[in-house]
């Protein structure tokens, strides 16, 4: 059974920072993406920020927090951080992790967390 355990949710205002992290465990036998979406009310989720294993860990981001937030990620561990600075009130969203890998046999799987909610206040 793979579960996304999500941490570092909160209440900030506006200029504020956070730290997310999501640990992978579980049967994955590789992990291609790693990455965080966000979905506020009355929007479609989107991508917020991947790290793309299979590129050598690049890196993508939206290009509305391009510049503030950093995605990274501890190999050992499986798990991945989204660094948030300079936070705004718009970023205000239920933030999800989310894992894309295969399993043994390759077959796509893909995982998403239970969501961190971020709250930020102007």
């Known amino acids: 059974q793979v579960q996304l355990v999500e941490s570092g949710g909160g209440l900030v205002q506006a200029g504020g920072s956070l730290r997310l992290s999501c640990a992978a465990s579980?049967?994955?036998?590789?992990?291609?993406?790693m990455g965080w979406y966000r979905q506020a009310p009355g929007k479609q989720r989107e991508l917020v920020a991947a790290?793309?294993?299979?590129?050598?860990?690049?890196?993508n981001y939206a290009d509305s927090v391009k510049g503030r937030f950093t995605i990274s990620r501890d190999n050992a561990n499986n798990t991945v951080y989204l660094q948030m600075n300079n936070l705004r009130p718009e970023d205000t969203a239920v933030y999800y992790c989310?894992?894309?890998?295969?399993?043994?046999?390759?077959?796509?799987?893909?995982?998403w967390g239970k969501g961190t909610r971020v709250t930020v206040s102007s």
């Open positions: 989310n894992v894309q890998g295969a399993a043994i046999d390759y077959v796509g799987v893909e995982y």
């Open positions: 790290y793309v294993i299979a590129r050598g860990g690049s890196t």
């Open positions: 579980g049967s994955i036998y590789r992990i291609n993406v």
